[in-house]
T-cell receptor, first 117, second 113 residues
């Protein structure tokens, strides 16, 4: 099956610094990637939809200037958390959409645990 | 706005029991529905995907049903095992392909030996 990787798998940073998370589709081209955030004991909440070569579409309540998304190629999307604060500590999961045949499937990355001190 | 609800939030059963996890969604105009498993601190593992035109899907000891008109899906786990302990997430894809999945909060299952 299709594989999506994320890097890093975990990161600890100081408040005020920026952190970049990479999401790669390893064996297929993903025109659309999604970024989710999951707080402890909560569900995955969609942050933004990223289409290759265009600006990301952010969900209501998600600050686009704080969570910078770049989808420069069909296999790579990046999420940069700028000026991170402790309340940004969460589990970030990306998903790459693959369309084909009679079905479509979202493939999920393994997630990145961000802890902001 | 589509909302997905899962009941119960947590479930503890002894090994060997058959069990049912419930998922409901408010807008029946969905493209498909998917069940995932999530282990603590880990990503998602897709279990079953049901297209809107289908009624059920089976994989091993798992069976998922879909009643789109009533906005409900169930995940049936037969002969539960301790290794089944995890959080099970239900997610729907609204109305068209390429849109993001909307998730429920999950059911955390604990199977004791």
């Amino acid at each position: 099956g299709a594989v999506v990787s994320q890097h890093p798998s975990w990161v600890i940073c100081k408040s005020g610094t920026s952190v970049k998370i990479e999401c790669r589709s390893l064996d297929f081209q993903a025109t659309t990637m999604f970024w989710y955030r999951q707080f402890p004991k909560q569900s995955l909440m969609l942050m933004a939809t990223s289409n290759e070569g265009s600006k990301a579409t952010y969900e209501q309540g998600v600050e686009k200037d704080k969570f910078l998304i770049n989808h420069a190629s069909l296999t790579l999307s990046t999420l940069t958390v700028t000026s991170a604060h402790p309340e940004d500590s969460s589990f970030y999961i990306c998903s790459a959409f693959s369309a084909g045949g009679s079905t479509d499937t979202q493939y999920f990355g393994p997630g990145t645990r961000l802890t902001v001190l | 706005k589509q909302e997905v609800t899962q009941i119960p939030a947590a479930l503890s059963v002894p090994e060997g029991e058959n069990l049912v996890l419930n998922c409901s969604f408010t807008d029946s105009a969905i493209y498909n529905l998917q069940w995932f498993r999530q282990d603590p601190g880990k990503g998602l593992t897709s279990l079953l995907l049901i297209q809107s035109s289908q009624r059920e899907q089976t994989s091993g000891r798992l069976n998922a049903s879909l009643d789109k008109s009533s906005g409900r899906s169930t995940l049936y786990i037969a002969a539960s095992q301790p290794g089944d302990s995890a959080t099970y997430l239900c997610a729907v894809r609204p109305h068209q392909a390429g849109t993001a999945l909307i998730f429920g909060k999950g059911t955390t299952l604990s199977v004791s030996s």
